[in-house]
């Protein structure tokens, strides 16, 4: 009486693993929606106006959109099977005499650039933040949400009960 059952329970299950339907409508390419990449090094410029130390804006070589994302990397190191360990900006550095300082991005769909901000003498931070940095951007394509709805709207959309 076992081996019937379980002979009928894996016919089944086969038989309805291999049932199939329609097919649904075909989807978009498969790249249509990939992240562009580029990197630059460079030295950053102090600004006696801001007192900040800041990048050159940077064009992207490729065509970039208002509603677009921007990530920023800053290369950190080479680890010792040669790969780029990068961190996201903003990113933290706490120095010895107590100052702080931050790697920020500033970016439009034109240009991006990057400053140091935080609490620091200008005049004594090390070259090892200001010269020969690598960033790294990312640009996520991506739209502005078309959905507006009041809260009205939204209660009676998805049928929510108060």
């Known amino acids: 009486m076992k081996q019937i059952l379980l002979?009928?329970?894996?016919?089944t299950s086969f038989i309805f693993s291999s049932c199939e339907g329609d097919p649904g409508p075909p989807g978009p390419p498969g790249?249509?929606?990939?992240?562009q990449t580029f990197e630059v090094t460079t030295t950053f410029n102090f600004n006696s106006q801001s007192n900040l130390y800041e990048t050159n804006r940077f064009s992207y070589p490729f065509e970039v959109f208002e509603s677009?994302?921007?990530?920023?990397?800053?290369?950190?190191?080479?680890?010792?099977?040669?790969?780029?360990?990068?961190?996201?900006?903003?990113?933290?550095?706490?120095?010895?005499?107590?100052?702080?300082?931050?790697?920020?991005?500033?970016?439009?769909f034109v240009?991006?650039?990057?400053?140091?901000?935080?609490?620091?003498?200008?005049?004594?931070?090390?070259?090892?933040?200001?010269?020969?940095?690598t960033f790294r951007f990312v640009v996520v394509p991506a739209e502005f949400a078309d959905a507006r709805m009041s809260m009205d709207e939204a209660i009676e959309t998805f049928n929510i009960q108060l």
Do not use: C, K
């Open 68 to 108: 677009d994302a921007v990530l920023a990397y800053r290369l950190e190191a080479i680890d010792e099977d040669g790969f780029d360990v990068w961190t996201q900006l903003p990113q933290n550095f706490y120095l010895s005499n107590g100052e702080v300082i931050q790697y920020i991005h500033l970016q439009t």
């Open 31 to 35: 790249d249509a929606f990939l992240a």
């Open 111 to 133: 240009d991006v650039q990057v400053l140091i901000d935080g609490n620091y003498d200008p005049q004594t931070l090390p070259f090892d933040f200001t010269d020969n940095q």
């Open 7 to 11: 002979f009928l329970a894996l016919s």
